[in-house]
């Protein structure tokens, strides 16, 4: 994750996006489906369960991140084209957060990442930048993400106005442990200001 926030800050048009509805759209082959099961009650007052088995990846399982990465990366492969080689190194489970050096860059990198997505039956969401011309056009085609300030990879926050990103401030002590885990490190922290 630190290489595709590095990578992205190296750019000066900074883009961002999220997959929408990512883990529900990732069909689980009909001989898969017995493996993920859920079970309810099938009313309030009989003590019974039904079984529902699951048709799309479930949300909460552990290996759902990684089957939906695996489901992108394995379609970005079929598109060897620069755009999709960009895609593939700068995407985490259901984010894209990537960069361009001009406005036309940008511009062109948004219309075929969508159209590379959606020939997945992918719709890409939320999009953000720090670039007007990006968000303007994001806005017209009902996928902006309105609000000044986004989250990148859920661990961080980019106020677009002042192109700066808040990341949590922690002691290097808290890495020595073999153990330390994010949940740790965000639990532990506090914001400070990166530009």
């Known amino acids: 994750m630190l290489e595709i926030l590095l990578r992205f800050r190296v750019h000066p048009v900074g883009l961002s996006a999220n997959i929408e509805k990512a883990f529900h759209k990732v069909i689980l082959h009909e001989s898969d489906r017995d493996s993920s099961v859920s079970c309810g009650p099938v009313t309030s007052t009989i003590p019974m369960l039904d079984v529902y088995r699951f ?90 993400d309105l609000f000044t300030s986004s989250k990148i990879l859920g661990l961080n926050n980019w106020d677009r106005s002042t192109d700066s990103i808040s990341l949590p401030a922690f002691r290097l002590s808290t890495f020595s442990h073999a153990t330390t885990i994010k949940r740790d490190t965000m639990g532990r922290s506090t914001s400070s200001e990166v530009p």
């Open 55 to 144: 048709k799309v990846i479930p949300f909460a399982a552990s290996c759902s991140p990684f089957i939906l990465l695996s489901v992108i990366k394995h379609h970005l492969k079929v598109f060897p084209t620069p755009t999709a080689i960009d895609m593939d190194l700068n995407i985490s489970v259901d984010n894209l957060i990537s960069g361009c050096d001009s406005t036309e860059e940008a511009l062109d990198y948004y219309v075929m990442s969508n159209s590379i997505l959606i020939k997945a039956g992918l719709n890409l969401q939320s999009w953000s930048s720090n670039e007007q011309t990006i968000n303007v056009r994001a806005v017209e085609d009902g996928v902006a």
